[in-house]
């Protein structure tokens, strides 16, 4: 079985209190009580022809439905569990995450009941300071934040309660 490959902006901005990463929380029933580790950079798939940045900044786009500009920089491409690789990009910028709108996903809820309901692939998305991403974020994406560090040149934030 061949390794897929999911691509996404990392979007970050600098605050007096230090830097904070946008992140997604999964649309759908699964979903809907978890919140620690359930959070992600806006990602997915890439598709054949596409390159990873295009993917990237397509996923961003039908994820959140909020505009990007700039020129991301590419992060180490990390793995997850599942084997699926992901391939991020830091940007900087600025986003109203009250403002997203995403697109959605058919899904036959409740199981086995016939009906298909239709859900969104993100349902909220917010900032989050680098030490509360990393409770957030799923586990696997967390060395995106490390990344995202060096790339800054800056030190890795106290952890809360360490």
Known sequence: MPTKTSAGLL???????????LLVHPGGPFWTNKD??????PKGEVQPGETPLAAARRE?????????????VALRPIRQSGAKIVQAFALEGDADPAAITSITFP???????????HFPEVDRAAWFPLPTARQKLHKGQAPLLDQLLALLDQPPPATPGA
Do not use: C, K
Request: no cysteine; net charge positive; proline share 10%.
């Open 107 to 117: 899904l036959t809820w409740p199981p086995r009941s016939g009906t298909i309901q």
């Open 11 to 21: 979007l970050y901005r600098r605050r007096a209190g230090g830097l904070e990463v």
């Open 60 to 72: 961003f786009a039908e994820e959140t439905g909020l505009p990007v500009a700039g020129e991301p």
């Open 36 to 41: 620690r580790h359930a959070w992600s950079i």
